[in-house]
């Protein structure tokens, strides 16, 4: 088994951009811009958040919060994405889901102009990605796809099996798993909660994504010998030996599936550090108007 290093492979990519930034700062470009919008105090959104505000610094590029309170009306943050789409030293944004219940988050990302949309919710981008036309990649399948890549795992022919279809992991990997593409090319199974026997599924699939949000969902029992495991699962189990009281696991029940497998991401320091390069990798493709000229 070898082990899918998502924290390391991050710092390599960081690092990379940095230098990036720094090539931009000889020639006297223009510093990459990323803003994000942190609506109420949800703790886990804002240590997203945070994490993703130190990235940029770390690397080099400027970034500016927002924090309106929970209470904000739809109209007011409407009005900060508008401010944000309009400000020309702002080359991308995101607004941290979740959102509120009082606020429709897909009013929200429709608000959010193309151009700026680094986190790739934007129809608009979905629908690119979907024809494997130039858009901002979604930040989790991003960072799957560069995994996947720089390990150098073969995935033409393989058949994929996807845990979830959600809107931001499940759906949107399957269609890049499945396209034609460097990575790509494989046969792709979704599975659901609707899915007569998931067991059944799994067990067929050379590369398993799990991102259905269940702890240690994946068991060995459904894991052929050799497979890739990719694990998007970010769950709280209660330990009380924890500091906190709690840790956390991914989807797959890594102690007893790592054995069969040829390679795995852990959780953490697996799938999670690489969304926050995705979203910096795709800052530094907007301030360069590379997707939309
Ligand atoms: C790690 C996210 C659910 C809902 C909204 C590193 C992150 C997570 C884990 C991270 C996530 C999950 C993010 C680890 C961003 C990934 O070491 O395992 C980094 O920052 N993520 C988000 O912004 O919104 C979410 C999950």
């Given amino acids: 088994?070898?082990?899918?290093?998502?924290?390391?492979?991050?710092?390599?990519?960081?690092?990379?951009?940095?230098?990036?930034?720094?090539?931009?700062?000889?020639?006297?470009?223009?510093?990459?811009?990323?803003?994000?919008?942190?609506?109420?105090?949800?703790?886990?959104?804002?240590?997203?958040?945070?994490s993703k505000v130190r990235s940029c610094e770390k690397i080099g590029y400027k970034s500016t919060l927002i924090t309106p309170a929970a209470d904000v009306s739809e109209e007011e943050l409407l009005g900060i994405v508008d401010k944000l789409n309009m400000d020309p030293d702002i080359d991308g944004f995101i607004v941290q889901l979740p959102l509120p219940k009082h606020i429709d988050a897909e009013k929200v990302t429709l608000a959010i102009d193309p151009k700026k949309d680094v986190d790739g919710f934007h129809p608009q981008n979905f629908g690119r990605m979907a024809l494997g036309l130039p858009c901002y990649l979604p930040a989790t399948p991003f960072g799957?796809?560069?995994?996947?890549?720089?390990?150098?795992?073969?995935?033409?022919?393989?058949?994929?099996?996807?845990?979830?279809?959600?809107?931001?992991?499940?759906?949107?990997?399957?269609l890049l798993l499945s396209r034609k593409a460097k990575v790509g090319n494989c046969t792709v199974t979704i599975t659901h909660s609707r899915t007569k026997n998931i067991a059944e599924e799994v067990k067929r699939a050379d590369i398993i994504i799990a991102a259905i949000g269940i702890p240690r969902f994946v068991t060995?029992?459904?894991?052929?010998?050799?497979?890739?495991?990719i694990d998007v699962g970010i769950n709280r189990v209660e330990d009380p030996t924890a500091k906190r009281g709690y840790r956390l696991v991914g989807d797959v029940d890594y102690e007893n599936v790592a054995e069969k497998c040829s390679f795995i991401t852990p959780v953490p320091g697996g799938v999670g550090p690489m969304t926050v390069t995705s979203l910096l990798t795709n800052t530094l493709r907007a301030s360069r108007k590379e997707v939309y000229g």
């Fill in 220 to 229: 060995e029992d459904m894991v052929k010998d050799g497979a890739v495991i």
């Fill in 1 to 50: 088994m070898q082990l899918i290093d998502g924290k390391q492979l991050a710092k390599t990519i960081k690092e990379e951009l940095a230098q990036e930034v720094e090539q931009i700062k000889a020639n006297g470009g223009k510093i990459p811009h990323l803003a994000a919008v942190l609506v109420g105090d949800d703790p886990a959104s804002k240590a997203y958040v945070g």
């Fill in 144 to 174: 799957i796809v560069t995994m996947l890549d720089r390990y150098n795992i073969e995935t033409s022919g393989k058949h994929c099996v996807v845990l979830g279809r959600s809107n931001i992991v499940g759906t949107p990997i399957s």
